[in-house]
């Protein structure tokens, strides 16, 4: 088992930045392949990135890349997603998930989810 708490949400102006952290508890971290995912309103959860559980291995959205960097910190057993740029289409609730596979873009490959940290964006 491990447990998850995302945080680092808030409300930002659309330019601004934000870094999101998911701090894991329980099993050795550096086990799991770990990844962010985003639930809009009125749309499906989607894929945001994904790490591997070596961190040698990086996956994002295309809606993503060159704005989002996920990094992770197996000693403080934290995933970071730092996020530049933000726009209106950004905001959404963040999950941070943890896969005993390698980092993957698909939910289902995960099997623990945090509870979500909230991101507005205004603009």
């Known amino acids: 088992q491990v447990q998850l708490v995302e945080s680092g949400g808030g409300l930002v102006q659309a330019g601004d930045s934000l870094r999101l952290s998911c701090t894991a508890s329980?099993?050795?971290?550096?086990?799991?392949?770990m990844g962010w995912f985003r639930h809009a309103p009125e749309k499906e959860r989607q894929f945001v990135a994904a790490?591997?559980?070596?961190?040698?291995?990086?996956y994002y959205a295309d809606s993503g890349k060159g704005r989002l960097t996920i990094s992770i910190d197996n000693a403080k057993n934290t995933v970071y997603l730092q996020m530049n740029s933000l726009n209106s289409e950004d905001t959404a609730v963040y999950y941070c998930?943890?896969?005993?596979?390698?980092?993957?873009?698909?939910?289902?490959?995960?099997?623990?989810w945090g509870q979500g940290t909230q991101v507005t964006v205004s603009s």
């Open positions: 998930a943890a896969s005993t596979g390698y980092g993957s873009t698909q939910d289902y490959i995960y099997e623990y």
């Open positions: 329980g099993r050795t971290f550096s086990r799991y392949g």
């Open positions: 790490i591997s559980r070596s961190g040698e291995s990086t």
